[in-house]
Nanobody
Framework: EVQLAESGGGSVEAGGSLRLSCAAS????????AAWFRQAPGNQREGVAL???????NYADSVKGRFTISHDNVKNTLYLQMNSLKPEDTAMYYC??????????????????WGKGTQVTVSS
């Protein structure tokens, strides 16, 4: 069974950086679509970044130029490098897999598997 484990969250000051990791078991990032989502208290869950097996990516407008999604096929791990962090980036961040394609964007078919999340807090 697919299992996802996020790590790397924490508290940073505005302008700082964090690197989130999502270790996967019984899954390969070489095929299919993988994603990072986030959700702040009282807000809807929003898509942050998508990546397919060929390395093609898609980002929410709010994080373009600041965040980078990638995967390491040797370590079987998904990453989200977050730079120039802002207070509005504060949220629980979740990785997700189990969708065949990424090209339809964040509003496409649901992801089957989700991690339990890692908290990111950015102070002003």
């Amino acid at each position: 069974e697919v299992q996802l484990a996020e790590s790397g969250g924490g508290s940073v000051e505005a302008g700082g950086s964090l690197r989130l990791s999502c270790a996967a078991s019984d899954y390969t990032f070489r095929k299919g679509c993988a994603a990072w989502f986030r959700q702040a208290p009282g807000n809807q869950r929003e898509g942050v970044a998508l990546i397919d097996g060929d390395g093609r990516t898609n980002y929410a407008d709010s994080v373009k130029g600041r965040f980078t999604i990638s995967h390491d096929n040797v370590k079987n791990t998904l990453y989200l490098q977050m730079n120039s962090l802002k207070p509005e980036d504060t949220a629980m961040y979740y990785c997700a897999v189990g969708r065949a394609y990424c090209y339809m964007g964040f509003g496409g078919p649901p992801f089957r598997y989700w991690g339990k999340g890692t908290q990111v807090t950015v102070s002003s």
